[in-house]
């Protein structure tokens, strides 16, 4: 994929977004490490902390850490939302002219912010961390992690970056037409795929877990695998219509073999061994069967139209405009057919 990469100065405003549940034991690792980085960034930063309705003191933690830092802002959830709506609200509050998506656990460097704005600048919209190795991570982590990447690419969008999680840099335009998605259920990585602009990933190693256990345990995984695919993908309504098809086929298959063993049978007095009655009922399970699924396959299909307009979303993205309109080179998005915004 070619793109036409405008290049642009350091953002005025860099906001990190970092979602925090139940992080008490990591804030202080967390605090230390944004305090040595951030300097070398050499950008304004501000830093967006999220509580997602946190059970332990990790509250109180953000709002002393807010005391002493100016550059830190807290937005607390009134529960837990889970951690994909906490970052949307941190999207929707940042002011920044870049965002950096990241975990409070640290297992996505800071460091690795410094190569994301030297691409920014470069002109690229989105820079998505891709990781390299996951150390300090289960067998079964990295081995649902890795199903889960593949499964989610075919599901939910072919732009879809394999082992990236949502540790990534956004240009403000982009992040502009992501908001603009209000979905309910939010798969970010997706969404951002579906918005597409110019995009690029940064290697990584990822770390394992300062402290602290993992806030997404299989359940959570199954929910987010579950929104991602449902909520993307009409495929696993259109399942009952392809089943259907092929349930009908054997029907198809067995009935004219049970045609030709009557007919063996009774036309041509063959002595072999027939079952009365058995050829009607094979034969009718498997037509009725096909006929029902695909009954249900075609519902799904107007069921998955409905599904599309409700979500709601834009038509389209427009990257920039040039010639004869006035140059915009915000992200613009329309939901009117064919016509024209600006
Ligand atoms: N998180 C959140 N709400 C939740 C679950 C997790 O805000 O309901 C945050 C959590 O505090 C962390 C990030 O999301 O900053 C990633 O969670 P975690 O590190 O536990 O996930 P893992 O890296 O094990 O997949
Ligand atoms: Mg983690």
Known sequence: MHYYLVPR??????SLIIPCYNEEEVLDYLKQRLRETIPKLNVNTEIILVNDGSSDRTILGLMEWAKEDKQVRVIS???NFGHQIAVTAGMDHARGDAVVI???DL??????ILEM??????GYDVVY???LARSGESFFKKITAWAFYRLMKILVHKDLPLDSGDFRLISRRCLDALNGLRENHRFLRGMNAWIGFPQIPVYYNRDPRVAGETKYPLQKMLKLAMNAAVSFSPLPLRFSLGLGIVVALIGFCVGIYALYRAFQHFILQMPIVYNPGWATIV???CLIGGSILISIGILGEYVARIFEESKGRPLYVIEFMEGGVKKDNQGITSRSRGKKSS
């Open 283 to 285: 034969t009718l399970i």
């Open 107 to 112: 297992q996505d460097p800071p460091e690795v």
């Open 129 to 131: 961390g891709q990781r």
């Open 102 to 104: 990241m975990d409070a």
């Open 77 to 79: 959830l009134a529960r």
């Open 117 to 122: 704005i030297e691409r920014y600048k470069e």
């Open 9 to 14: 100065k350091k953002p005025n405003l860099l």
